[in-house]
């Protein structure tokens, strides 16, 4: 079956400390790993597609990578503005089919 | 970029009534769309995928009765809730396709409650 794991569940950091997220997966045949913002009450919000293992993305303080069973977020000196919550999630088999998400990491920078 | 608007934002309903929840590419062209649920602190649950004239493929455990998923445009999806019930209540949310090798787009979510 195919799955997706995220760790930490929540993570708290001051402001200007790095960290990184972890997405761990285990399924049939890797497409896409997909990295996703959400705020509280809102729709996911796209960050970042992985497609194949040693791709990097950046965009501002985030930077995504990926092996051939997992994705890591890092976040470097973080602001408070990027306290949400983070989803990782995979496209396996044939382009258009759903993507399968982990349950998230729940990301809180206090000043 | 692309954008998927979902309407309404919230509703609230009597149990027994019914709710339709719409989704709309608004600059794409969406050949499938899928509905996902989600329950406070937990991650999204696909519930089906339905591509513009076809029927919806529903999840395993999704009644298909309760949740009416019509995909009649390449830029419109509905989801109506029929003879809801306050375990129906959830963040529902809508994603869309352009196929291929194209990302996903959601929309913004709808909270239901029902009281």
């Known amino acids: 079956e195919d799955q997706v794991t995220q760790s930490p569940e929540a993570l708290r950091l001051q402001e200007g400390e790095s960290s990184s997220l972890n997405c761990s997966y285990t399924?049939?045949?890797?497409?896409?790993l997909f990295w996703y913002r959400q705020d509280p009450g809102k729709g996911p919000e796209f960050l970042f597609t992985?497609?194949?293992a040693g791709e990097e993305k950046e965009k501002e303080r985030l930077k995504a990578t990926l092996t051939k069973k997992e994705s890591f977020l890092h976040i470097t000196a973080p602001k408070p503005e990027d306290s949400a919550t983070y989803l990782c999630?995979?496209?396996?088999?044939?382009?258009?089919?759903?993507?399968?998400f982990g349950k998230g990491t729940t990301l809180s920078v206090s000043s | 970029g692309a954008v998927v608007s979902q309407h309404p934002s919230w509703v609230i309903c009597k149990s027994g009534t019914s709710v339709k929840i719409e989704c709309r590419s608004l600059?794409?062209?969406?050949?499938?769309m899928f509905w996902y649920r989600q329950f406070p602190k937990q991650s999204l649950m696909l519930m089906a995928t339905s591509n513009e004239g076809s029927k919806a493929t529903y999840e395993q455990g999704v009644e298909k009765d309760k949740f009416l998923i019509n995909h009649a445009s390449l830029t419109l999806s509905t989801l109506t809730v029929t003879s809801a019930h306050p375990e129906d209540s959830s963040f529902y949310i809508c994603s869309a396709s352009e196929g291929g090798s194209y990302g996903y787009t959601f929309g913004s979510g709808t909270r239901l409650t029902v009281v």
């Open positions: 999630a995979v496209q396996v088999n044939q382009a258009g089919t759903a993507l399968i």
């Open positions: 600059d794409f062209q969406a050949t499938t």
């Open positions: 992985l497609y194949s």
């Open positions: 399924v049939s045949g890797l497409r896409g």
